[in-house]
């Protein structure tokens, strides 16, 4: 069966980097796109980064744009998030999440209706 395992997160000081690993089994990963969403308390899950399913293209959303880069190693099953010059804000939990259509780009990549199988998430808190 489909699995999406997160792993990485933790405490950091602003200004501090973290880099995420999402390893995935079950799937023909190298031919799905790939997504990462974070939930803060109290917020609603949202949109953070996708890569299409052969690293070519990948998408971000503007508040993580410049700070934030999304990777992924097919061999490995493995999608990365390294985040630079974290903040208070980026707070929460981060989800990846696998592309529900095979070996295509959705235009609709920031949505979840996108996604259909989603890891259990792991906790960024940036705080000093």
């Known amino acids: 069966q489909v699995q999406l395992v997160e792993s990485g997160g933790g405490l950091v000081q602003p200004g501090g980097s973290l880099r995420l690993s999402c390893a995935a089994s079950?799937?023909?990963?190298?031919?799905?796109?790939m997504g990462w969403f974070r939930q803060a308390p109290g917020k609603e899950r949202e949109f953070v980064a996708s890569?299409?399913?052969?690293?070519?293209?990948?998408y971000y959303a503007n508040s993580v744009k410049g700070r934030f880069t999304i990777s992924r190693e097919n061999a490995k099953n493995t999608v990365y998030l390294v985040m630079n010059g974290l903040r208070p804000e980026d707070t929460a939990v981060y989800y990846c999440a696998k592309d529900r259509s095979f070996a295509t780009q959705r235009p609709d990549y920031y949505s979840e209706k996108t996604y259909d199988y989603w890891g259990q998430g792991t906790q960024v808190t940036v705080s000093s």
């Open positions: 079950g799937f023909a990963f190298s031919r799905y796109g």
């Open positions: 890569i299409h399913y052969t690293g070519a293209f990948t």
